[in-house]
């Protein structure tokens, strides 16, 4: 019996460099999670998401995504939730094998993410954008949410003030979710301060901390933030500048917003944060 063949559309430049066996880790409505075996215990860990494009649908790329089209991602999300125990899944270079089927990565458009470049908005830009941003912390309603907020403020503050690491390392792991908002916040302050330098991150450091800080997801996301790979609608949101109007401040913020329940939010707290201190 011949196994089907599925197709990537497109596929992150980071997929190729991260061969190996892989398991299940994750699954959500839109996407899953397979995690990178890995033998080296001091190493973080590496995600690949399997998403999917639909004309209704925006898709947030990363450097270790693969997005296939609806009717494929499904029945492979079908064949993997029925079965949680599967191991014996493959990727190399040209394919990610299970034992179903295999996905084609030969004709896949590469995504290579564009290196951050430095950002100058007015400060009136920066108020509207920050306007928004308390706009969107009112409707999400979620009190543990913003007692997680409140304490990564002051945690912030506490860092401006005395530059001291330890305020950014008690972020690790606050709040809820696979990517708990002080991780997300980080990633989006480590944005902001590759492209301003004006604060001293040791990026190192928190890595080192994550391992036994936070999830497995959000180490893998913080472990491409040092390497200098962060999502497409950050990326994009790095391209504003002062002849930015309102109107595309406002399309851009609410890509990145899109992430997740609370991700995006937290990502670009951070990033205004580094960016307007």
Same mark, same amino acid.
């Given at each position: 019996?011949? *196994?089907?063949?599925?197709?990537?559309?497109?596929?992150?430049?980071?997929?190729?460099?991260?061969?190996?066996?892989?398991?299940?880790?994750?699954?959500?409505?839109?996407?899953?999670?397979? /995690?990178?075996? =890995? $033998?080296?215990?001091?190493?973080?860990?590496?995600?690949?998401?399997?998403?999917?494009?639909?004309?209704? +649908?925006?898709?947030?790329?990363?450097?270790?995504?693969?997005?296939?089209?609806?009717?494929?991602?499904? @029945?492979?999300?079908?064949?993997?939730?029925?079965?949680?125990?599967? &191991?014996?899944?493959?990727?190399?270079?040209?394919?990610?094998?299970?034992?179903?089927?295999?996905?084609?990565?030969?004709?896949?458009?590469?995504?290579?993410?564009?290196?951050?470049?430095? #950002?100058?908005?007015?400060?009136?830009?920066?108020?509207? /954008?920050?306007?928004?941003?308390? #706009?969107? /912390?009112?409707?999400? =309603?979620?009190?543990?949410?913003?007692?997680?907020?409140?304490?990564?403020?002051?945690?912030? @503050?506490?860092?401006?003030?005395?530059?001291?690491?330890?305020?950014?390392?008690?972020?690790?792991?606050?709040?809820?979710?696979?990517?708990?908002?002080?991780?997300?916040?980080?990633?989006?302050?480590?944005?902001?301060?590759?492209?301003?330098?004006?604060?001293?991150?040791?990026?190192?450091?928190?890595? +080192?901390?994550?391992?036994?800080? &936070? &999830?497995?997801?959000? #180490?893998?996301?913080? #472990?491409?933030?040092?390497?200098?790979?962060?999502? @497409?609608?950050?990326?994009?949101? =790095?391209?504003?500048?002062?002849?930015?109007?309102?109107?595309?401040?406002?399309?851009?913020?609410?890509?990145?917003?899109?992430?997740?329940?609370?991700?995006?939010? $937290?990502? *670009?707290?951070?990033? *205004?944060?580094?960016? /307007?201190?």
């Amino acid at each position: 019996m011949n *196994m089907p063949i599925y197709t990537a559309c497109y596929c992150g430049a980071l997929v190729y460099s991260s061969v190996g066996k892989l398991s299940s880790h994750s699954f959500f409505e839109n996407s899953i999670n397979l /995690i990178l075996s =890995n $033998d080296d215990l001091q190493s973080l860990p590496v995600l690949i998401t399997l998403s999917f494009a639909s004309s209704n +649908k925006n898709i947030d790329l990363h450097g270790h995504m693969i997005v296939l089209n609806q009717a494929d991602f499904f @029945e492979i999300k079908q064949q993997l939730r029925q079965d949680k125990s599967i &191991t014996n899944i493959t990727l190399n270079r040209s394919a990610l094998s299970f034992p179903f089927g295999t996905i084609d990565l030969n004709n896949a458009r590469k995504w290579y993410p564009n290196a951050l470049q430095s #950002q100058k908005l007015s400060d009136k830009q920066c108020n509207f /954008i920050t306007q928004l941003l308390h #706009q969107k /912390i009112q409707t999400l =309603n979620n009190d543990m949410w913003l007692l997680s907020y409140q304490k990564i403020k002051q945690l912030f @503050e506490f860092y401006l003030k005395t530059h001291d690491m330890i305020n950014l390392v008690k972020m690790l792991g606050l709040g809820i979710g696979l990517t708990p908002s002080g991780d997300d916040f980080l990633i989006g302050l480590y944005a902001a301060t590759c492209i301003k330098k004006s604060l001293p991150i040791d990026m190192q450091l928190l890595l +080192k901390k994550s391992a036994a800080a &936070t &999830t497995s997801i959000s #180490q893998h996301f913080l #472990q491409s933030a040092a390497h200098g790979f962060f999502s @497409e609608s950050l990326l994009a949101f =790095n391209q504003l500048d002062l002849n930015s109007n309102e109107e595309q401040i406002k399309k851009s913020l609410e890509n990145v917003l899109q992430k997740g329940a609370s991700s995006g939010l $937290d990502t *670009m707290l951070g990033y *205004m944060s580094g960016l /307007i201190c």
